[in-house]
């Protein structure tokens, strides 16, 4: 049973409203490869040859990551939809499993993955910008993590001025960070038509194909191609979804595939292997290279593209918290939107004041490897839900309906990728599980017992806060069972 965390404040406001539809087909193309195409593409490629041992085999393993990605991504194109809610895979989970599991796929981004990865990013972004103006020691501790929070409040703000804003910023960085790789792909051709090929010669040789090094080599692939469900998490704000969100999906995937394979084609060509290997940077070592004199052009592309990530990043999870929020598994406040501007605003607070504490933290990276395991599960339980709903609801209005031939092979290579973390990387599979699971009691004692069996004080302090939020933010309660198909947008819905 299901109970909202904070039922005495939900009464506070009598008026609420519904997210502002501003996204169109041009605004989602660009939020995914905004997304996808981030910090992975200059740097991982060193982990997908760490583990295959050999150009030839690293190639195959880029193209099956992008096949693999656009599989996940037209299964989301169903599922986006045929449950038109915000929050992608803890809105699907919610729909067919219930409110335990999406409560802990709520609670894993909640507490590590989204603001960790944001910060991440934030870091990565900063790197680049200051290393230029130290290239022969390593740039200041505190001017990186100042520029990092700098960052990482700006476009807070940005989003929560307009939810227009923060996607036209999107389509420049996007564009920004597609020519840059273009010049990449270009300079490699260039150097692969005046007869560069020795690197291909026996290309897959020293190939490594065992299964845990496959799986590896995989991770670092798809660590590139992650962001392909960006836009299931805004589903309520585009215009038209039955028609953009499939076309987004389209357009977007293809092009990342191509650029992503193209560009190690480039790299793979100037490189020799040991030089990829014995780079922190790919794309850096490259310009070196290549570029000469313009070689300052990719650390402020690697910018730009920790840029617009970051940007898709904030969006996507103060959308997930929003809709956590809604569906009673987090406080009311993360459910409030502004009277004006349509923008969650204390959720985007919530998500960048979390971003900012882990700032702190030196070594975010292994955070982030814990919940690896979590990550592929929550996935693979997704698209799942895909499958259970075909079963159980056939007649379930789909404006868009694929084969199950994509689910099912979905679903059986993330049990591949989920099952081979164990064996492979066991301890830090059992902390991911142990966080995940530490969200159960709070499950129990905050949504599954009911307002009168909680504690008294839980709800005197989420009323007090729910009420002042209101006052500061200018924002107000969203209906709770909201229907875009009849909703008006500006117009407030009567409690």
């Known amino acids: 049973m299901k109970q909202d965390m904070a039922d005495d404040s939900d009464k506070i406001s009598s008026n609420s409203f519904r997210l502002k539809k501003e996204i169109s087909l041009l605004h989602g193309v660009c939020l995914i490869v905004g997304n996808m195409i981030g910090s992975g593409i200059f740097v991982s490629p060193k982990g997908v040859l760490l583990y295959t041992g050999s150009y030839g085999l690293s190639l195959v393993i880029w193209a099956a990551g992008g096949v693999f990605s656009v599989f996940g991504a037209l299964c989301y194109a169903e599922l986006g939809t045929t449950i038109r809610k915000s ?52 740039p200041p501790y505190i001017a990186v993590r100042l520029i990092a929070a700098l960052i990482i409040c700006l476009l807070t703000f940005v989003n929560c001025m307009k939810v227009k804003w923060g996607a036209v910023l999107q389509v420049a960085s996007t564009f920004a960070k597609v020519v840059a790789l273009i010049i990449i792909i270009i300079a490699g051709l260039v150097k692969l038509g005046q007869g560069n090929t020795g690197n291909f010669d026996n290309s897959f040789d020293g190939s490594m194909l065992d299964a845990g090094n496959m799986a590896l080599a995989l991770y670092s692939a798809l660590y590139s191609y992650s962001g392909w469900d960006t836009l299931n998490f805004v589903t309520e704000e585009i215009k038209n979804p039955e028609r953009n969100l499939p076309l987004s999906i389209a357009i977007s995937m293809p092009i990342v595939t191509v650029i992503y394979i193209l560009t190690n084609v480039a ?49 996507a999870a103060s959308r997930l918290f929003f809709v956590g ?14 009277v004006l501007r349509y923008t ?13 504490i882990y700032l702190c933290v030196e070594d975010v990276f292994q955070l982030i490897n814990y919940f690896s395991f979590n990550y592929w599960l929550f996935i693979g339980l997704s698209i799942a839900s895909q499958i259970y709903l075909r079963v159980k609801y056939p007649d379930m209005p789909r404006p868009v309906k694929l084969s199950l031939f994509f689910p099912i092979v979905y679903c059986i290579c993330s049990i591949f990728l989920v099952v081979v973390p164990l064996y492979s990387d066991t301890i830090n599979s059992l902390v991911g599980i142990g966080v995940a699971l530490s969200g159960a009691p709070v499950y129990y004692f905050c949504i599954y017992l009911t307002p009168e069996m909680r504690p008294a004080f839980l709800g005197k302090l989420l009323g007090f806060l729910s009420l002042n939020t209101q006052k500061i933010c200018m924002c107000c309660l969203v209906d709770a069972e909201l229907d875009l198909d009849d909703a008006k947008e500006h117009e407030p819905k009567r409690e």
């Not at 990013?121 to 230029?132: D, H, K």
């Not at 929020?325 to 502004?338: D, F, N, V």
């Open 87 to 138: 929050g992608a895979s803890y809105a699907y989970i919610l729909e067919s499993f219930g409110g335990f599991l999406a409560f802990l796929r709520l609670w894993t981004s909640l507490l590590i993955v989204e603001p960790a990865c944001q910060a991440v990013i934030a870091l990565t972004f900063s790197n680049y910008l200051v290393q230029p103006f130290y290239p022969t020691c390593h």
């Open 267 to 315: 790299y793979y060509t100037v490189l020799d292997l040991d030089t990829v290997l014995s780079s922190h940077a790919v794309a850096v070592t490259f310009a070196d290279e290549v570029l000469g004199f313009v070689k300052w052009l990719i650390p402020l592309s690697v910018a730009i593209s920790c840029y617009g990530g970051l940007n898709s990043s904030i969006i």
């Open 325 to 338: 929020s809604r569906e009673g598994h987090l406080p009311s406040i993360l459910c409030m939107i502004h």
């Open 344 to 356: 969650p605003i204390p959720a985007l607070l919530f998500n960048g004041g979390m971003s900012l």
